[in-house]
């Protein structure tokens, strides 16, 4: 039982190599389906069948994070109608996996998917940093760097840190071109974080608990921790934001005490 569960917990821990063992699983059991029924499934089906059955091992099995059911459903579909009836060529995928593994580099270890902040978040995001009088702002995984460049333009110290080799390539060239805020290729748990008064995050829930830890240890009294979405579990923030946007972004702060 207990290697049953470290087994599970690893593949949550590394969801990318969970979703790649439950493709091959179900690859084998329609494949022991087929040869114990005689039966000759047509491609369509078989892409279909296999994209269901990867799907319920992603979720209900392993237990991944549920944006995975998404890539599980999609990933063999693409790859085994792809190239007959939409003319995909062997060029196209090795492109998209060149892209995807540039963009998405930094989820295999980190569990973190790519969240982008919108418009009205970014305007919240100046509104606190006007109100706390803030000198310098962190975005911890600033993706395309659009928070970065919109505090900038408050006239204060903003920084963010993106591992994604493309990410981070996109938005240091866009910071560099507009003249706002600078991109660190850096991880998130390798920046120090003392010196900032407002230290922002979308990343995800896998993680919040260890990274609140960082952020009560390194971060000055009286800074402040705001999470987009993800709250942080056991601790109740000091004050929570209802944005009025499409996606209802809900934003929990934690104001630092020592």
Do not use: C
Not at 204 to 222: C, D, H, N, Q, R
Request: aromatic share 14%; hydrophobic share 50%; no cysteine.
């Amino acid at each position: 039982m207990k290697s049953k569960l470290s087994f599970s917990r690893r593949l949550q821990n590394f969801p990318l190599i969970g979703a790649f063992f439950a493709q091959i699983i179900s690859l084998i059991l329609i494949k022991i389906g087929i040869q114990t029924f005689h039966y000759h499934l047509p491609i369509v089906a078989f892409a279909f069948f296999q994209a269901m059955l990867s799907t319920i091992i992603t979720q209900a099995i392993f237990k991944l994070p549920k944006w995975f059911f998404i890539i599980s459903f999609l990933f063999p579909i693409f790859l085994i109608l792809g190239p007959q009836y939409f003319q995909i060529s062997r060029g196209i995928y090795g492109a998209l996996f060149l892209l995807l593994a540039l963009t998405f580099s930094h989820t295999l270890k980190e569990r973190v998917p790519l969240y982008l902040t919108n418009q009205k978040t970014h305007d919240a995001l100046k509104k606190i940093v006007d109100d706390t009088s803030a000198k310098a702002f962190l975005d911890l995984g600033s993706g395309l760097g659009g928070v970065v460049r919109a505090i900038a333009e408050k006239k204060v110290t903003s920084v963010g840190v993106e591992t994604a080799p493309l990410l981070w390539v996109l938005s240091s060239l866009a910071s560099i071109l507009t003249f706002k805020g600078n991109i660190l290729r850096q991880n998130i748990w390798n920046t120090k974080l003392h010196e900032y008064d407002v230290v922002y995050a979308f990343l995800s829930p896998a993680i919040m608990s260890k990274l609140f830890y960082k952020v009560k240890t390194e971060m000055k009294a009286g800074s402040l921790f705001v999470s987009n979405s993800f709250e942080v579990v056991g601790t109740e923030p000091d004050e929570i934001w209802q944005l009025d946007d499409v996606r209802q972004t809900v934003l929990y702060f934690y104001r630092i005490k020592k």
